[in-house]
C-alpha cells in the first residue's frame, strides 16, 4: 500500500484519496519549473495549475515563487478536496486556491503568466481497472488538443506553458504546440539512470519562438540519486 502522505522540507502532501500519488519525475518537473522561472526576466504574478491532483506543483512553486498566486484546478472531487488540505495546512494557503471543476470549461479570473500541467500521458496505451487512475494517467478527459485550447485562450500574450510528457510524445505536442503559436523554451530530458533512454519531457513553451535551451537529466546512478538531480531535488527532499 503506497504511503498515505509524502514530507517535504516545508510541506507535507497527504495523498490517500489522490489516484495518482506523488512521484520522482514530477517532484522533477516542480523543480526544474521552478528553478527556471526563478531565472526569469518576467515574475510569475498569478498561475494555473491544470490537474492539480495532490496539489504537488502548486506547493513546489508556491515554496520558491513567494509573489505568486496559484489557481489549481481538479477534475476527480476526492482529490480536489485532498489538495485543499494540502494547500490549507502548508505555509502558503493563502496564495493557492483549489478548484473543483472541469479545465476545459472553467471561467477563470483573469488570463495567467504561467499554466502548468502534468496532463495524462497516454492515449490509447493499455488501461488499468481503476477508471480514477484511467482519468488521471490517460487522454479520457483532457487530450492535448484541449490542453492548447485552454493555454490559447487563458495564457498571457508573454506567459509560460509547462508540461510533462512521455519523452515518445513530445514530438507531437511540440507539433501541435506550435500550431497554436507556442515554441519550447526550455527542454530537459530524463532519464532513469546512464543506461536508459530518455523516458520523460519536461518543458516551458513560450509564445516567442526562441532558442531552445535543451538539457539532460539523469536520475539514479546506482543506489543513488545522481549529484544534477539531489542538487535539483534539494530544496525540497527531507533527506537531501
Known amino acids: 500500500m503506497s504511503n498515505t502522505y509524502f514530507q517535504f522540507k516545508q510541506f507535507r502532501i497527504g495523498q490517500e484519496h489522490c489516484a495518482m500519488k506523488v512521484c520522482t519525475d514530477a517532484c522533477i518537473q516542480g523543480a526544474y519549473t521552478a528553478a527556471a522561472l526563478q531565472k526569469a526576466t518576467l515574475p510569475v504574478g498569478r498561475a494555473l495549475d491544470i490537474g492539480t491532483g495532490t496539489g504537488l506543483l502548486s506547493l513546489m ?6 509573489g505568486a498566486i496559484f489557481d489549481a484546478i481538479e477534475l476527480d472531487e476526492a482529490a480536489s478536496r485532498q489538495a485543499q488540505e494540502n494547500a490549507r495546512h502548508s505555509p502558503w494557503p493563502d496564495r493557492i486556491n483549489v478548484r473543483h471543476g472541469d479545465a476545459r470549461t472553467f471561467l477563470y479570473p483573469q488570463p495567467y503568466d504561467l499554466i502548468i500541467c502534468n496532463p495524462p500521458f497516454y492515449g490509447q496505451d493499455l488501461k488499468s481497472g481503476d477508471e480514477r487512475i484511467n482519468r488521471a494517467r490517460h487522454a479520457v478527459e483532457l487530450d492535448f488538443s484541449g490542453l492548447l485550447a485552454i493555454a490559447d485562450r487563458w495564457l498571457k500574450k508573454e506567459g509560460l506553458l509547462g508540461i510533462m510528457l512521455p519523452g515518445h510524445r513530445f514530438a507531437a505536442f511540440a507539433t501541435l504546440a506550435a500550431g497554436r503559436g507556442l515554441f519550447p523554451e ?18 516551458l513553451f513560450s509564445c516567442q519562438p526562441r532558442e531552445n535551451l535543451m538539457e539532460e537529466l539523469t536520475i539514479m546512478n546506482g543506489n543513488a540519486y545522481t549529484p544534477e538531480c539531489a542538487a535539483l531535488l534539494q530544496p525540497y527532499y527531507l533527506y537531501l
Open 61 to 66: 512553486l508556491a515554496q520558491q515563487l513567494p
Open 186 to 203: 526550455r527542454l530537459l530530458q530524463v532519464r532513469q539512470t546512464p543506461r536508459h533512454d530518455f523516458f520523460r519531457s519536461i518543458a
